[in-house]
């Protein structure tokens, strides 16, 4: 997969832009707040169809614009394909609209036609941080390899929700009402879990090889799928549905999910130093990537924004090594890395791209 040109206007301090990056390693130098970020963002969209930082998506529209759009050209394993995102501020509030080769699709038929992997230095709380973080990495992935995937947890989510709201009201919830979401619940959060650990299988196994040859020791980086419940969804939500009335809150359900990370048994959070849970979150994403390829037998497009400052100088080669031989990454960065490699190198000064 490849990302022959992206067109921009208006998105963020890119007032126009016409970028057509080069196969393999493209460095994106230049000082903070110059648009680099703004750019691999904008690659971003292209594949998920959502920002990765932006609190709110008007934010995303130039200052003193009424919409943004990001447009892209990019090769895929059928052929070529031609992508549109349009961010519009509206009477009502801020909206988003698709095209796939000219066509106008709803949000679903746009997702996963290109697909990525990012990484940002926020990505390192995946070890430390809570199971939402897990869960959403994971969401993120199966969505872009599976519209099924993504259908069944846009379901499942309205129906919690929907039970949750039930559960907190200020009556007594109805018995046969919350039955009734149950027996709603029951085949997409199968269906997740049944989703989530086949991946976590293949992404475990890709992990901890990465993981063993980066570090060059015996220590082994374990990857585990912790599902809830773990056993007949139907079954569990009957035994807790007491317990999640008297608690006023849905006890039971995917979105009570984790990933386990752990180093040598031991959780990696609490018993690994900071470099291991460094590189472990660096070989979770290159494993991520790797099933991802083997999956669709089409490379995703690889987007590093500012790693690099959160590494030492010995895992920063090894990773920008392990990179180097990609079919099209991204790597942002304020000063050149001597060990950089093969790669193509573009300056970024007030949202302006041009070959070093």
């Known amino acids: 997969m490849k990302i022959d040109r992206i067109r921009l206007a208006n998105f963020r301090n890119y007032e126009r832009l016409d970028f057509e990056p080069a196969a393999g390693l493209n460095v994106l130098v230049g000082p903070n707040a110059q648009g680099k970020s703004n750019?691999?963002?904008?690659?971003?969209?292209?594949?998920?169809?959502?920002?990765?930082?932006?609190?709110?998506?008007?934010e995303l529209i130039r200052d003193g614009a009424e919409r943004a759009e990001i447009g892209g050209e990019a090769r895929i394993a059928a052929g070529g394909i031609r992508l549109r995102c349009t961010i519009s501020q509206t009477p009502a509030g801020t909206?988003?609209?698709?095209?796939?080769?000219?066509?106008?699709?709803?949000?679903?038929?746009?997702?996963?036609?290109?697909?990525?992997?990012?990484?940002?230095?926020?990505?390192?709380?995946?070890?430390?941080?809570?199971?939402?973080?897990?869960?959403s990495f994971l969401n993120g992935a199966l969505a872009q390899l599976s519209p099924t995937y993504y259908r069944d947890l846009a379901l499942y989510q309205k129906v919690v929700q929907q039970k949750s709201a039930l559960l907190r009201g200020a009556i007594a919830p109805d018995r046969d009402l919350l039955l009734a979401y149950n027996d709603e619940l029951v085949r997409p959060a199968s269906a997740l879990i049944a989703?989530?650990?086949?991946?976590?299988?293949?992404?475990?196994a890709a992990t901890a090889e990465i993981y063993a040859r980066w570090r060059g020791t015996r220590e082994r980086l374990g990857v585990t799928y912790a599902p809830n419940p773990d056993g007949d969804v139907g079954e569990a939500l009957a035994v807790q549905l007491d317990a999640e009335v008297r608690r006023r809150t849905t006890l039971v359900g995917p979105h009570r999910?984790?990933?386990?990370?752990?180093v040598d048994g031991k959780p990696l959070?609490?018993?690994?130093?900071?470099?291991?849970?460094?590189?472990?979150?660096?070989?979770?994403?290159?494993?991520?990537?790797?099933?991802?390829?083997?999956?669709?037998?089409?490379?995703?497009?690889?987007?590093?924004?500012d790693v690099l400052s959160e590494l030492d100088a010995?895992?920063?080669?090894?990773?920008?090594?392990?990179?180097?031989?990609?079919?099209?990454?991204?790597?942002?960065?304020?000063?050149?890395p001597s060990s950089v490699g093969p790669a193509t190198t573009w300056a970024i000064r007030a949202a302006s791209v041009t070959p070093c």
């Open 257 to 262: 999910d984790d990933l386990r990370l752990l």
């Open 95 to 135: 909206r988003k609209s698709f095209e796939v080769n000219g066509g106008a699709v709803g949000f679903a038929r746009f997702l996963g036609r290109t697909r990525v992997v990012t990484f940002v230095p926020a990505d390192l709380q995946l070890v430390a941080g809570g199971p939402s973080l897990r869960r």
């Open 195 to 204: 989703a989530r650990r086949a991946f976590v299988d293949e992404l475990a």
């Open 314 to 336: 010995e895992r920063a080669a090894g990773f920008l090594k392990a990179v180097g031989g990609y079919e099209q990454a991204f790597l942002t960065t304020t000063e050149l």
């Open 39 to 58: 750019l691999l963002e904008a690659l971003a969209m292209l594949a998920t169809g959502k920002s990765f930082r932006a609190h709110r998506e008007s």
């Open 269 to 305: 959070a609490a018993f690994g130093s900071q470099g291991q849970q460094r590189t472990a979150v660096l070989a979770l994403k290159v494993g991520e990537y790797d099933v991802m390829r083997a999956r669709t037998a089409d490379a995703p497009i690889l987007l590093l924004d």
